[in-house]
């Protein structure tokens, strides 16, 4: 699995709460990525890490926003959860810009 | 912007057939071409990968893909499937470090 662990596995909450989506990683590996998959979309680009404090939007930024303070730790906020945001989530790591390894994802319910 | 086509959501074939998974890009510019694979429940897998050099690349599994630059494509074959290939194939091309990927085809094995 390369050393990557997103908590929580799963998740409900209710629309206009905030929360906090965490990935670890182990392997040292600079690039960290957030995507959201749905059906008929494929993974869409969330946000993204270049390094400790270095981050870019992706693709689907809007309500998102994202932290890293140390290398191995790349936290996905949802400052007020809406019903739109309900997905599956996965992050990965990546050597130079290529995503290597993923995940297993979390699953989000915003009731 | 770049964006990637996958011109099939689904691909039905016969256990120990041929398959090919089609995978168009748009970029004026040399970009980073890869094929993921989602299995049921998990994470994506990096399955192979274009960056420079030989057209025809190889991957785990028994898969290959070439690259061609005047048809913008990067179709995925394997040459005899096995029941065990039933998934989600995924289509990714990478530039200034942010990875788009295609929409997916589920490969379904037939018996």
């Known amino acids: 699995d390369a050393g990557i662990t997103q908590s929580p596995r799963h998740k409900v909450t209710e629309t206009g709460t905030p929360v906090t989506l965490r990935c670890h990683q182990t392997?040292?590996?600079?690039?960290m990525y957030w995507y959201r998959q749905d059906p008929g979309h494929g993974l869409r680009l969330i946000h993204y890490?270049?390094?400790?404090?270095?981050?870019d939007k992706g693709e689907v930024s809007d309500g998102y926003s994202v932290s890293r303070s140390k290398t191995e730790d790349f936290l996905l906020t949802l400052e007020s959860a809406t019903s739109s945001q309900t997905s599956v989530y996965f992050c990965a790591t990546g050597i130079n810009n290529q995503p290597q390894h993923f995940g297993d994802g979390t699953r989000l319910s915003i009731l | 912007a770049q964006s990637v086509t996958q011109l099939d959501s689904q691909v039905p074939v016969f256990e120990e057939a041929p398959v090919e998974l089609r995978c168009n890009y748009s970029s004026s510019v040399s970009v980073y071409l890869f094929w993921y694979v989602q299995y049921p429940n998990q994470g994506l897998q990096l399955l192979l990968k274009?960056?420079?050099?030989?057209?025809l690349v190889k991957g785990i599994n028994g898969f290959e893909a070439e690259f061609n630059k005047s048809q913008t494509s990067f179709h995925l074959r394997k040459p005899s499937v096995h029941i065990s290939d039933t998934a989600e194939y995924f289509c990714?091309?990478?530039?200034?470090?942010?990875?788009?990927f295609g929409k997916g085809t589920r490969l379904h094995i037939l018996p």
């Open positions: 274009y960056l420079s050099g030989s057209t």
């Open positions: 990714a091309v990478s530039r200034d470090d942010k990875i788009i």
């Open positions: 890490s270049y390094g400790v404090k270095d981050t």
């Open positions: 392997e040292n590996h600079r690039y």
